[in-house]
T-cell receptor, first 114, second 110 residues
Framework: KAGVTQTPRYLIKTRGQQVTLSCSPISGHRSVSWYQQTPGQGLQFLFEYFSETQRNKGNFPGRFSGRQFSNSRSEMNVSTLELGDSALYLC?????????????FGEGSRLTVL | SQQGEEDPQALSIQEGENATMNCSYK?????LQWYRQNSGRGLVHLILIRSNEREKHSGRLRVTLDTSKKSSSLLITASRAADTASYFC??????????FGAGTTVTVRA
């Protein structure tokens, strides 16, 4: 069974640009979550989607947005990039039951903003 | 903001020794999970303990949960060089997300 796939793995952008990150969950998983990891703030929850509906959203500015498609694949977008957006962005999937069980993480997309 | 706080921040042990790390959290939870992360990579799930459980074992891992103290501990026995990684506790408060602690960095010396 293929794991969670995130693309691209590495990217470099400049301030003011926007970026789109993609996540393909494990087959059969309907929930996708996104987390931002930085040395200073640790792992911060961005949002969670289930069947194309956002069920929860973290405390991030509106520049951070996401969506989920009917095949459960998800994308997140960050507009008007700032230096502080440099981070490892992790996507995770699970079956989407009522409670959050074991999450399966991808290898992450490392974003550097110059 | 982070739900959990982990202690210690870093731990260095000799191969074969046991490693213990602790996690404290603030709100009521549905379950608590532990994850491992090797340098700059994705997280790997280690073990999940539900709020009505007090102790759980998985191979060389032993997790305890004390909901009255809002704390958990992870014990890794007979450590190996491959156990070198960062370990995170994560709590599920039944709100479709996990709240992660700051992590404990474990170094196992050969």
């Amino acid at each position: 069974k293929a794991g969670v796939t995130q693309t691209p793995r590495y990217l470099i952008k400049t301030r003011g640009q926007q970026v789109t990150l993609s996540c393909s969950p494990i087959s059969g998983h309907r929930s996708v979550s996104w987390y931002q990891q930085t040395p200073g703030q640790g792992l911060q929850f961005l949002f969670e989607y289930f069947s194309e509906t956002q069920r929860n959203k973290g405390n991030f500015p509106g520049r951070f947005s996401g969506r989920q498609f009917s095949n459960s694949r998800s994308e997140m977008n960050v507009s008007t990039l700032e230096l502080g957006d440099s981070a490892l962005y992790l996507c995770a999937s699970d079956r989407g039951a009522r409670n959050t069980g074991e999450l399966f993480f991808g290898e992450g997309s490392r974003l550097t903003v110059l | 903001s982070q739900q959990g706080e982990e202690d210690p921040q870093a731990l260095s042990i000799q191969e074969g020794e046991n490693a213990t790390m602790n996690c404290s959290y603030k709100t009521s939870i549905n379950n608590l999970q532990w994850y491992r992360q090797n340098s700059g990579r994705g997280l790997v799930h280690l073990i999940l303990i539900r709020s009505n459980e007090r102790e759980k074992h998985s191979g060389r891992l032993r997790v305890t949960l004390d909901t009255s103290k809002k704390s958990s501990s992870l014990l890794i026995t007979a450590s190996r060089a491959a156990d070198t990684a960062s370990y995170f506790c994560a709590t599920d408060a039944n709100d479709y997300k996990l709240s992660f602690g700051a992590g404990t960095t474990v170094t196992v010396r050969a």
